[in-house]
């Protein structure tokens, strides 16, 4: 507790607390117990939160981390909407709530000089791996027509009617031609799948399935009226594109673009020069 004070005392000493803080907001799953014998009905989702001011020497320290919750995914399972619905619940409760809203009330901190600080924050950083987003926006994945969340042009690989002019596909190294993804036409798709369900759910006929398919198909979401994305308010607050962050492990490492490097690597040298896997 006195290294998270002085943490706490450095940012407000460094950044102040007058401007609102910037909330990340970190989940993954996970199997607790033995790795050489896991339990799948064991796996939990957990969700965790801290604030970018505190700088990279703070964040890196697992003692400035507020594990904020922790729920079976077999339960998650069982409510409608999913981790969407519940994180979408999460942060409007951390954001929103009259009493305690970080974005709203604020909350009061006392230092060790005695001063009192209200601090205020709006999320900037949702953190987690690739199967985290999709479980938390609805989005279908990076095995989807869209592979990212974030740019809206950027296509999955030899997508089977070609690359129209103005996107990319996935294994492009044209970084300056991707588009981040507009909250305005989010908002736009997110609507209009949510009342294609409703009209589908109420008369079938009024619907076709097929053309329900595929616009989540060409949007690449699956999103639900209980989902994070469906939420007005947090639209009103949150640009989605910009507060999504892909971390460097899973991109660059596990299963990642060093993997496929060293692999073809590994191959041109047994080609090449005759050494193998097991030099």
């Not at 305005?184 to 009209?199: G, H, K």
Request: glycine content about 8%; charged content about 25%; aromatic content about 10%.
């Amino acid at each position: 507790l006195p290294q998270l004070r002085r943490f706490y005392d450095r940012a407000v000493g460094t950044r102040g607390s007058s401007e609102p803080w910037t909330l990340i907001v970190a989940f993954d799953e996970y199997v607790p117990g033995n790795k050489f014998a896991l339990d799948s009905n064991r796996k939990s989702m957990n969700l965790s939160f801290n604030f970018a001011e505190l700088g990279p020497h703070a964040l890196a320290s697992d003692a400035t981390w507020f594990m904020a919750a922790s729920t079976l995914s077999q339960t998650i399972g069982e409510v409608r909407g999913g981790w969407s619905a519940m994180l979408r619940r999460f942060l409007n409760l951390a954001l929103f709530s009259d009493a305690s809203g970080l974005a709203t009330a604020g909350v009061a901190i006392t230092f060790e000089s005695g001063e009192v600080h209200l601090l205020k924050a709006r999320l900037g950083a949702l953190l987690t791996d690739g199967d985290g987003f999709r479980l938390a926006l609805q989005w279908r994945g990076a095995g989807s027509l869209k592979p990212c969340f974030r740019h809206c042009n950027v296509l999955k690989k030899d997508p089977a009617f070609g690359k129209p002019e103005g996107f990319e596909e996935l294994d492009s190294c044209n970084f300056a031609a991707f588009r981040l993804v507009d909250q305005d036409e989010l908002v736009t798709d997110v609507a209009s799948i949510i009342e294609a369900t409703r009209m589908r759910a109420e008369d079938p006929r009024s619907f076709a399935k097929g053309r329900l398919d595929q616009m989540c198909y060409i949007t690449g979401l699956n999103v639900s009226v209980e989902g994070l994305l469906a939420d007005a308010r947090l639209h009103s607050h949150v640009d989605w594109a910009k507060v999504v962050y892909i971390d460097w492990v899973h991109t660059a490492l596990q299963e990642g673009v060093l993997n496929v490097a060293l692999t073809l690597f590994t191959q041109s040298c047994e080609e090449k020069l005759g050494i193998g896997w097991d030099r």
